[in-house]
């Protein structure tokens, strides 16, 4: 354009004069927009769509430098989100990914890095052999470049944080009118925030087939007894073109049950467990709880008060859960039909009194233990002894609390038992062995921290696995062979053998 058009009206008187004379004066050859290395590039190099097992996912592209939605944007259907999961995500588009994995390689630190230079070329020869999406890609990264150069590093060296934005996918949580709910980076961040809302789509699909088929909604509350027949385990339908796909279980509600839907298995297992439970005691005639207290002395029951629960009847109300607990797992349990549910509820009925009467008096040692190391924890008053004694309240505090007899469970008492008698051996040794006593609890602070570094790294508002839980009982073993030695742990434990546990544990 000739310089005296400097406003939008120039323009147009410009521009009328103009196009009479050259029509396409102002028309891009298409050789003006594209690069001439633009033709090794396919529409497989940036896909329309992302999928991940059953789910088909939209992507589009926004490039925006400094928004936060700029790069790649990857639509996840709120019906859907409980099944989105991280895999894959970190190997990016095929477009995108040499730029991800020469930005990684840079991430290194300094000494690993000047191994690997220049980045694009390792970065080039890494994708030329790696088989996207079969591993974590930082793990591949790590095995593959490893083997080019020989230097050792682990997946755990690249850091993240040091990719630049368009480089991370951004995943946008959108409703059946494909209107935005919610985008961020962090896919676990969003599920956490949206899982009311995720839940509440999923409900919405069950009702609308129960209304569809004119039958009875999947989910219900205020059930007193097993009247819904066979509980799918799983729950499958469609909706707005997608798989949705969602878990039913009981769910204990104080003094009756419903039925809800849950995102993952996990989660339906722990709800299951805790509402079969609750079925169970609230039909059984003779509550266990009030049979047991009244099978004790006076004597007995004033032993038994001084408690962490606040009651003497909430206290027994624990032990007739944690009876339950052990005859239902003895049983095969929980149930998903009414005949199973008959024949383990009979099952449970016969014996749960007589369990929880023998729970009783199980806890009863187990509270005398932990007053006994409430009374000596008080009769240490060394300054300098502070840290220590702060150690052991904690640790009190964390193993005999409210409920503490169904959290631990019956199989764990003997244990809880020795680690309380470790702890009160403890304390009649730290004065005359104070400096032995603080090197031995930093060690235990050492796995305490480790141990909740990797509770940090597990995904928020889901059921801790198993496998995770017995580390925390491993510590407490770890601080029996540190301060009573003599009273032997229930399997070998050492610092080394956390960690190792911790390390096989962490996503």
Same mark, same amino acid.
């Given at each position: 354009?000739?310089?005296?058009?400097?406003?939008?009206?120039?323009?147009?008187?410009?521009?009328?004069?103009?196009?009479?004379?050259?029509?396409?004066?102002?028309?891009?050859?298409?050789?003006?927009?594209?690069?001439?290395?633009?033709?090794?590039?396919?529409?497989?190099?940036?896909?329309?769509?992302?999928?991940?097992?059953?789910?088909?996912?939209?992507?589009?592209?926004?490039?925006?430098?400094?928004?936060d939605a700029d790069g790649v944007t990857v639509h996840i259907p709120l019906q859907v989100l409980n099944q989105v999961t991280d895999e894959g995500f970190d190997w990016q588009i095929p477009g995108l990914r040499e730029e991800v994995v020469t930005?990684?390689?840079?991430?290194?630190?300094?000494?690993?890095?000047?191994?690997?230079?220049?980045?694009?070329?390792?970065?080039?020869?890494?994708?030329?052999?790696?088989?996207?999406?079969?591993?974590?890609?930082?793990?591949?990264?790590?095995?593959?470049?490893?083997?080019?150069?020989?230097?050792?590093? /682990?997946?755990?060296?690249?850091?993240?944080?040091?990719?630049?934005?368009?480089?991370?996918?951004?995943?946008?949580?959108?409703?059946?009118?494909?209107?935005?709910?919610?985008?961020?980076?962090?896919?676990?961040?969003?599920?956490?925030?949206?899982?009311?809302?995720?839940?509440?789509?999923?409900?919405?699909?069950?009702?609308?087939?129960?209304?569809?088929?004119?039958?009875?909604?999947?989910?219900?509350?205020?059930?007193?007894?097993?009247?819904?027949?066979?509980?799918?385990?799983?729950?499958?339908?469609?909706?707005?073109?997608?798989?949705?796909?969602?878990?039913?279980?009981?769910?204990?509600?104080?003094?009756?049950?419903?039925?809800?839907?849950?995102?993952?298995?996990?989660?339906?297992?722990?709800?299951?467990?805790?509402?079969?439970?609750?079925?169970?005691?609230?039909?059984?005639?003779?509550?266990?709880?009030?049979?047991?207290?009244?099978?004790?002395?006076?004597?007995?029951?004033?032993?038994?008060?001084?408690?962490?629960?606040?009651?003497?009847?909430?206290?027994?109300?624990?032990?007739?859960?944690?009876?339950?607990?052990?005859?239902?797992?003895?049983?095969?349990?929980?149930?998903?039909?009414?005949?199973?549910?008959?024949?383990?509820?009979?099952?449970?009925?016969?014996?749960?009194?007589?369990?929880?009467?023998?729970?009783?008096?199980?806890?009863?040692?187990?509270?005398?233990?932990?007053?006994?190391? /409430?009374?000596?924890?008080?009769?240490?008053?060394?300054?300098?002894?502070?840290?220590?004694?702060?150690?052991?309240?904690?640790?009190?505090?964390?193993?005999?609390?409210?409920?503490?007899?169904?959290?631990?469970?019956?199989?764990?008492?003997?244990?809880?038992?020795?680690?309380?008698?470790?702890?009160?051996?403890?304390?009649?040794?730290?004065?005359?062995?104070?400096?032995?006593?603080?090197?031995?609890?930093?060690?235990?602070?050492?796995?305490?921290?480790?141990?909740?570094?990797?509770?940090?790294?597990?995904?928020?508002?889901?059921?801790?696995?198993?496998?995770?839980?017995?580390?925390?009982?491993?510590?407490?073993?770890?601080?029996?062979?540190?301060?009573?030695?003599?009273?032997?742990?229930?399997?070998?434990?050492?610092?080394?053998?956390?960690?190792?546990?911790?390390?096989?544990?962490?996503?």
């Amino acid at each position: 354009m000739p310089d005296h058009v400097v406003s939008g009206a120039h323009f147009d008187s410009w521009w009328k004069r103009k196009r009479h004379e050259q029509p396409d004066f102002l028309d891009f050859e298409r050789e003006m927009l594209i690069r001439e290395s633009a033709g090794t590039v396919t529409k497989d190099d940036y896909p329309d769509t992302w999928r991940q097992g059953p789910l088909k996912l939209r992507v589009t592209y926004q490039f925006e430098p400094g928004a936060d939605a700029d790069g790649v944007t990857v639509h996840i259907p709120l019906q859907v989100l409980n099944q989105v999961t991280d895999e894959g995500f970190d190997w990016q588009i095929p477009g995108l990914r040499e730029e991800v994995v020469t930005e990684l390689i840079r991430s290194l630190p300094k000494p690993i890095r000047r191994n690997y230079v220049p980045a694009p070329n390792f970065a080039r020869r890494f994708l030329d052999q790696a088989v996207p999406l079969r591993e974590p890609l930082t793990v591949a990264m790590a095995r593959d470049l490893k083997r080019m150069v020989g230097v050792p590093f /682990e997946a755990e060296d690249f850091d993240w944080s040091r990719l630049p934005d368009h480089l991370k996918i951004t995943f946008r949580i959108v409703d059946e009118r494909r209107r935005k709910l919610a985008e961020d980076k962090d896919l676990e961040a969003l599920k956490l925030r949206l899982k009311p809302k995720a839940r509440q789509a999923i409900s919405q699909a069950a009702a609308a087939i129960a209304e569809r088929e004119g039958g009875e909604s999947l989910e219900r509350s205020g059930l007193t007894d097993w009247t819904i027949g066979t509980l799918t385990r799983v729950f499958e339908t469609r909706r707005a073109g997608q798989p949705v796909k969602a878990y039913p279980a009981l769910v204990d509600d104080g003094d009756t049950v419903s039925v809800r839907l849950f995102d993952t298995e996990e989660e339906q297992a722990e709800a299951m467990w805790k509402g079969t439970r609750r079925l169970i005691l609230r039909n059984i005639p003779v509550n266990p709880a009030k049979f047991a207290s009244e099978k004790l002395t006076n004597a007995h029951k004033l032993a038994l008060s001084a408690n962490p629960h606040g009651s003497i009847q909430a206290l027994f109300d624990d032990c007739a859960m944690a009876a339950a607990d052990k005859l239902i797992g003895d049983f095969g349990g929980p149930a998903w039909d009414e005949e199973s549910y008959r024949k383990l509820y009979d099952k449970v009925r016969a014996e749960i009194v007589d369990t929880t009467v023998r729970t009783v008096g199980q806890v009863q040692q187990v509270l005398a233990a932990w007053q006994s190391c /409430e009374r000596r924890l008080k009769g240490v008053r060394s300054p300098s002894l502070l840290a220590n004694l702060t150690d052991v309240r904690k640790q009190l505090d964390a193993l005999v609390r409210p409920g503490f007899v169904t959290r631990a469970g019956l199989r764990r008492m003997p244990d809880l038992m020795r680690y309380l008698v470790a702890a009160d051996r403890r304390l009649q040794q730290m004065p005359t062995n104070a400096q032995r006593d603080t090197a031995r609890m930093e060690k235990v602070h050492e796995m305490q921290d480790e141990y909740a570094w990797l509770l940090e790294q597990l995904p928020q508002g889901r059921p801790v696995p198993s496998s995770v839980l017995d580390i925390r009982w491993m510590i407490e073993e770890l601080r029996v062979s540190y301060f009573a030695h003599a009273l032997g742990t229930a399997y070998p434990v050492s610092d080394k053998r956390i960690v190792k546990a911790i390390d096989a544990a962490a996503p």
